[in-house]
């Protein structure tokens, strides 16, 4: 079983940034792919990125491409989300997910959720 824990998200204006963190306990961090997710109201879970166990490759939505960035720290078993730039539809609640496969995939079918951290962008 995996434990993961989001932190980082908040009220920002638009334009601006956040960096969300989530830490993982519970099994080895450097085996699970890690990925960042989000859903608002009325809207269902999308992907924003994934990044294999190792940090080599990475997957990006095309709403994050150029304005987010996601990377890994294996050492503090923690995965970090840069976003930039940010716009009023990326007020969202952010998923942080882990999975036993290779691929830093967007399909929602990972094995682990965190509970999510609000991030509401304002105008």
């Known amino acids: 079983q995996v434990q993961l824990v989001e932190s980082g998200g908040g009220l920002v204006q638009a334009g601006g940034s956040l960096r969300l963190s989530c830490a993982a306990s519970?099994?080895?961090?450097?085996?699970?792919?890690m990925g960042w997710f989000r859903q608002a109201p009325g809207r269902e879970r999308e992907f924003v990125a994934a990044i294999s166990w190792a940090g080599r490759n990475s997957n990006y939505a095309d709403s994050a491409k150029g304005r987010f960035s996601i990377s890994r720290d294996n050492a503090k078993n923690t995965v970090y989300l840069q976003m930039n730039s940010l716009k009023l539809d990326d007020t969202a609640l952010y998923y942080c997910?882990?999975?036993?496969?290779?691929?830093?995939?967007?399909?929602?079918?990972?094995?682990?959720w965190g509970q999510g951290t609000q991030v509401t962008v304002s105008s």
């Open positions: 519970g099994r080895t961090f450097n085996t699970l792919t």
């Open positions: 997910a882990a999975d036993d496969g290779v691929i830093p995939k967007a399909a929602p079918t990972y094995d682990f």
